[in-house]
Nanobody
Framework: QVQLVESGGRLVQAGDSLRLSCVASEQTFSNYIMGWFRQAPGKEREFVGAITRSGRSTNYADFVKGRFTISRDNAKNTLYLQMNSLKPEDTAVYFC????????????????WGQGTQVTVSS
C-alpha cells in the first residue's frame, strides 16, 4: 500500500507561481498512475490532472490547461504540480492520488490519497 505526502502549499498572490510535491513511500512508485485533485471549501473534490506511469503522457482539466504542469521523477518517488499564473479561484486543498490502472478524472477510481496541502491565492 503506497503512502503519499504532499507539500509545498502556502499563501501566494495572484499571478505568482508555486510547485507542489507529492512523495510516495513505495519504491514501486513507477507502477502507479498519479493524479492531482483539489477541493475548495464547500465544493466537491475536482480533477486537476493526471500523468501516466512513465510520465510521457498527461491529461488536464480544462481550467488549468496552459497554467499547470504535472511531472514526475520516478527515481525520487515524487510527483510534481507546477502552477503558474495563479488566480484566487485556485485556492483549495490540493491532493495527490495514485492508482495502478486508472488514468482519468474520477476521484472515486483512485485507490490511494495523500492528506492534502493548502494553497491560498490572495488578490
Amino acid at each position: 500500500q503506497v503512502q503519499l505526502v504532499e507539500s509545498g502549499g502556502r499563501l501566494v498572490q495572484a499571478g505568482d507561481s508555486l510547485r507542489l510535491s507529492c512523495v510516495a513511500s513505495e519504491q514501486t512508485f513507477s507502477n502507479y498512475i498519479m493524479g492531482w485533485f483539489r477541493q475548495a471549501p464547500g465544493k466537491e473534490r475536482e480533477f486537476v490532472g493526471a500523468i501516466t506511469r512513465s510520465g510521457r503522457s498527461t491529461n488536464y482539466a480544462d481550467f488549468v490547461k496552459g497554467r499547470f504542469t504535472i511531472s514526475r521523477d520516478n527515481a525520487k518517488n515524487t510527483l510534481y504540480l507546477q502552477m503558474n499564473s495563479l488566480k484566487p479561484e485556485d485556492t483549495a486543498v490540493y491532493f495527490c492520488a495514485a492508482d495502478k490502472t486508472y488514468y482519468g478524472n474520477r476521484a472515486s477510481e483512485y485507490d490511494y490519497w495523500g492528506q492534502g496541502t493548502q494553497v491560498t491565492v490572495s488578490s
